[in-house]
């Protein structure tokens, strides 16, 4: 089994241990990805929607918050185009009965060709040292070359069957590239089909079509219909934007790689409205502050790429993922989308009103244009988590012979339990002052008292739950009111006056110090 395979299936056992994530309804053998968030995943989901919504409504004059219902009208899927082209092209294997995406198979063996001409830069890297010079590796490797051909003339020709929705084309690009199902090895394909990714359900007791309507599969259509209503009560000039987190849902064919693409999710999406003919500018700026909000976690900026879109969504001229570096490879975390002015027309044409801004300054009214970042949380999460799962061997807290620490590098801004506060011991008073401490310090942080277990035992419980910072009451303390102070990436202990506690620790996990990140 590939290395970073073993270390995801060790760090999807523990999110359950350390109660971070449940599979849902777990006691009737779950349900196909559909995940529950535990006691410590909640906060750190918390904390990652305080980023997000901090970074976007609060630090945006322009900005402002929303909060729309999951039910829409059903009208409002059939002018946003997603009743008839929210599909997903899939394909069966006629010997392991599997179904497939057929644009996931293509796009992940055009990866293989890209992992190819990766290995074949490590391994010249290795060979010429300092002397190594990548760019003219890459134009001149007789198997760089050749393998950027066929990603080249792969993505010509699947970018055009995408967008023509010709699924015969992507049958006979999966035959051409002899692209073999995983688990039964051959090509022994069906024809491509389109199925449409909305779940729906019936209002009310009426059970005619009529009735029908959809759980929203994005959250943005909530924006696009409350436009004018934001617009109009809270006096908004373009350019302006509305955010919004909530629940989204698909019923995903292909569910699989834990909370990366689940049934049920959440995302995090913001629309900027903007005037026709300025919107590439704004999608550039939303690309380079968005890739900035990511970087400022210090999850490694090695670890994010962007990548723009060969297949454009029905609604958008021009798109880019931000991907990130997940143990199963780059995939999609955040899309930036340039929507034109595709939803509000279409709103305007289905439902009869006129959705258009009055420009006091040039007299003119046209309909805004639209760009929209759009982040999924449960994918942030993962991020999160890929990133802090940490094994490493260290010197025993007794200093006898060394033992694998297992830790959660999550940045601290994000972690759920900022500060877990233990007595040394359970006697002496040692309890009594800790507690004291907790009751101290809980209305500013979310803090753990335990006195169970040895303290090394403790500060280890502590690491795996990623808790960046540990207190110790021992007895000095009550001698002196100062208590130990331990880092846990560093595991480094300092002692601090109980009454700096409040400041050192605010510095060091305060969602504040994250944002001001972003305004240098
Ligand atoms: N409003 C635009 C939109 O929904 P999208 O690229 O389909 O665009 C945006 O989705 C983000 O939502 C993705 O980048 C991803 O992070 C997240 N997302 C989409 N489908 C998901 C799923 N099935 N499970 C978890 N997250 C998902």
Known sequence: MAKQEDIFKKLVAHAKEYGFIFQSSEIYDGLGAVYDYAQKGVELKNNIKEYWWKSMVYMHENIVGIDSAIFMH????????????FNDPLIDNKDSKKRYRADVLIEEHREKYQQKIEKEVEKAAQRFGEKFDKEQFLATNARVLENQQKIDELTERYASAMQKGDLDELRQIILDYEITDPVSGTKNWTDVRQFNLMFDTKLGSVTDDAAKIYLRPETAQGIFVNYLNVQKTGRMKIPFGIAQIGKAFRNEIVARQFIFRMREFEQMEMQFFVKPGTEMEWFNAWREKRLRWHKALGMGDGNYRLHD???LAHYANAATDIEYNFPFGFKELEGIHSRTDFDL?????????????FDNETNESYIPYVVETSIGLDRMFLSVLSHAYTEEEVVKEDGSGSETRVVLRIPAFLAPVKLAIFPLIKKDGLPEKAREIYHQLKYNFNCEYEEKDTIGRRYRRQDAAGTPYCITVDHQTLQDNTVTLRDRDTMLQERIAIEQLDKIVSGKVNIRTLLNKLEE
């Open 309 to 311: 879109h060969d297949k």
């Open 345 to 357: 027309k279409q709103h305007q044409e289905f439902s009869g009103k006129k959705i258009q801004y």
């Open 74 to 85: 059903p009208t409002v899927w059939k002018a946003s185009g997603h009743v008839d082209a």
